[in-house]
C-alpha cells in the first residue's frame, strides 16, 4: 500500500479507500452470445484466462469480465443463453484490509477460486448470487495480466463509443428491504443515498447511491406497491447504467451498430438517458447522461 | 374470525416439525413460528424438513433462536458468528423473514456495550443479504441487557434498518415494565409481539422469572394477569403498532395434550385478542410477497 493510498484508507467517508470499479463481471453458459451482445455494445474482445472459459472484454476505462467457467456455473441455475450479473469489482486503496474490513462489519466470505499460481482476488457476498470484488493492483500493473492470455491481433486498451464509461448499477430489493440494503452499503463500503429529486437517467424510481469515490452509483429499486401480492422479485443485480456525456451521440453510435432503444411511452431516449431493448440472455443496458469518469 | 396476523410459535406443540405444521394450518392458523430445532431434529433431515415447510401454505414468521452472541471477544466471538451465519442460512432456506436474538446471558465487563452493538450490527449486516431481519428481545436474566427500555436501548445504539425489536409481554409483566416507557419506541422497529401470560400472581427473583417464563406460560385470556396483558395490547396499538402477534408459550402441561387441543387454546386466544383490540378483526392490506433467490 503506497503512502497515497494510506491517505485514502484512513479517511473516515470512505473506509475502503474505494476509487472505482476494475471490471463487471457476467456469468453465463453460453459466452459467445453475451460476447456478441457487448461488441454490438461497442466493447472489443481482448483476452481469455489461461485455464478456464473466464472472458475480457473492454471500451475505454471499462472492462467486462465474462465467467462461463464449469466450476462456477455448477453453483448456478444458470442454463441455455440466460444472462447473469454476477459481481463488481471495487478499486480500493489496500484489498486485504479492505476485505478484514467488511468480513468484520458483517460481509460473508466467499470462498477462493483462484487455482494454483493464479491470482486470488478476494471477495464477498453481494446481493443473491453476486459478488463483491476488492481490487487494489490497477496502478503499476493489472490483476488481469497475471491469468489473462491477451489477443495480440487487437489493442488491449480499445477507445470508447462516445466517451462511454461505467455509471452505475441497478438492484432490485425486496419488498420492504430498500432501508436495511441502504444501511448495508453505507456500512460496507460507504456508499450514500442522495437527497430526495436528485436522479439521473431516465429511470429514476427508488433510491440513488453515491459511492464514496464519486465515480459509481447503486440504484436500488423494490417492487411496485400497487402490484398484486404473489409477484416474484428476486433481490439481484438487473442491468448495468453506462455514462456517456451525450445520450444522443451514444445512442446515435451504438443503433449503427445495430443495437436498438426502447422508444414507446415513459422510457424513451431523451437528453438524460436511454434504455436499450432486451438482448438475448434478458441483458439490457442503460445509458445514462453522465460526465463522471469520462477523463479517467 | 381472522388469525392472519397470529402466529402460533412451534414451542407450545408435542410432537415433530410434520405434525406441528399440519395441525397449525388446520387449526386455521397461516403463520407459524419455527425453532431451529424443529428443523434440525427433524427425523428426515435437515433438507426434507425445509420441503416439509416451504410446502406446506404456512408463511413462516421467522426463527428462533440465537442466545449469548453479542460481546464476546476473540475465538468465542468467531464462534458465535459462525453460529449465527449458520443459522441465518437455515432462515434463508425457510423463507423465514425473521431470525430471533436474545440478549446474552453471559457475564461481560462492564463497559461491554459499545462492544454488544458493534456484533450486533455486524450480525444485521450479515443477514440483509440473506433477506432476513433480525429482531432483538431482552431476557430478564440477561447479563446486560434485561428490560425492554434496555433492548429499545440497544436497538437505538445499533441503528441498522435491519436491526429492530421483539416484545415479549411476558417479560414486560415479570419485569413490571411501566407501560409509559412503550410511547419511546418507534412502531416500524417492532418486528414482532409476543404474546403469553402466567399462571403465577408474582414472581420476585429472576430464577423465578426464568423458570416461569420457560415452564409456566399460558395463552392469553387464559392466565391471571388479562387484564395487564390487555392494557399492553392497548397500549401498543396506540403508539401504531399493526405487526404480527405470536403467543410464545412455554408449558410443559401442553406438551403432554394433542396438538388438537393446544390449538383450540390458541384460537380461543386469539379471539380474546381480537376482543381486546377490535382492529385486530379487520382484513389485512396485501403486501408484495418477498422472494429472495
Redesign the interface.
Known sequence: MTENNSDVLSRSDNPLGLEGVEFVEYATAQPEGLGKTLELMGFAYIARHRSRRVFLYRQGTMTIVVNADHEMLNGTDLQGDSVTLSGIAFRVADASSAYRHMV?????PIPTRAGAMELNIPGV?????SVIYLVDRHRDFSIFDVDFVFDTQVSSQPPALAGMHFFGLVQYV????M??????YD??LGFTPLPQGESFGILTRGSLLKSPCNQFYLQLF??P?D??????????LARLGIGTPDVHAAVAQLQARGVTFEEGGLIKVTDKGALTRMFPGKVHFELVASRIGAAS | MNLSNFSMDTVALPGDLAGKLDAVKKAGFSQIMLWAKDLANYPGGFAAAVELVTTSGLKVTGLQVIRDYEGLEGSQHDCKVDLA?ATLKMCRAINAPLLIVCSTTVDLPADSATKMAQDL??????A??Q?V?IGYKAVPWGSVTRSNEDAWEMVMAVD???FSLVIDSFHLMANQTELDSLEEIDPQKIALLQLADFSATEIRTPRDKRDTSIHMRVFPGEGVHSSELAAILRRLERIGYRGDIGFLVFNDDYHQLPQEDVLEHARRSAKWVTDQVLRRSLPLR????????
Do not use: C
Open positions: 468484520d462489519l458483517g460481509a460473508w457476498h453481494g446481493v443473491g448470487d425486496g419488498a420492504g428491504r432501508e436495511e440494503w441502504i444501511d448495508f456500512q460496507l423494490g417492487p406497491e402490484v398484486s401480492y404473489d409477484i416474484e422479485w428476486d433481490e439481484s | 451465519k450490527r455486524k450480525l444485521a449486516n450479515l440483509v443479504p433477506g431481519r441498522h434498518a435491519n396485501m403486501t408484495a410477497k418477498r422472494s429472495v433467490a
